[in-house]
């Protein structure tokens, strides 16, 4: 009895994941998803799995409770390897209902598209019924970054993928 109860806690309190999904053509937005997942990993009970597009499946989707996604900006919009896995993703339509979802961006240079590549991102979520955080202080829509992260944007991805944590957990808890 002391046993079932104990195995009873651990599958309410055991850990809950996150996994991002990035595609990187300069390595920025791969040094961007990296930094995201240090600060997703500095909460409590929620591991989390990077993986490069080409890697990830469908299957990993439908098991983790975060879903982060990267790429870099393109004419405004995601790039056509993360686009044609988004694509893929009408196979396992509402699967993801109800699983949190955060999408980031490099991009070129200021006014170069980033918001409307998030959107675009953020948009694919929505239809899937994922629930989608905003931020009121910095980074509204999502986490992005002209270049390479400096200092400041290498403390924004980590208190991105801090808050997509939280909130992780906060929902599935």
């Known amino acids: 009895m002391k ?3 104990l195995q009873k806690f651990v599958e309410v309190k055991g850990l809950f994941k ?3 999904i990035y595609d990187s053509k300069t390595g920025n937005t791969e040094k961007m998803a990296f930094l995201i997942a240090e600060g997703v990993r500095e909460v409590d009970d929620v591991e989390c799995v990077v993986k490069k597009v080409e ?4 299957e990993d989707l439908k098991e983790a409770q975060g879903i982060i996604m990267g790429s870099p900006t393109y004419y405004g919009g995601m790039s056509g390897k993360l686009k044609n896995f988004l694509d893929e993703s009408i196979k396992i339509h509402g699967k993801l209902d109800g699983k949190i979802g955060a999408a980031f961006t490099s991009s070129g240079g200021t006014a170069t598209g980033a918001e409307t590549t998030i959107l675009s991102i953020l948009k694919a979520m929505l239809i899937h019924g994922m629930i989608v955080q905003g931020d009121p202080r910095d980074k509204h829509y999502g986490m992005a970054a002209v270049e390479v992260p400096k200092d400041k944007e290498e403390r924004l991805c980590r208190r991105f993928g801090r808050r997509t944590a939280e909130l992780i957990k906060k929902i599935y808890q």
Request: glycine share 0%.
């Open 3 to 5: 046993y079932q109860s």
């Open 18 to 20: 996150a996994i991002i």
């Open 55 to 58: 890697d990830a499946t469908l």
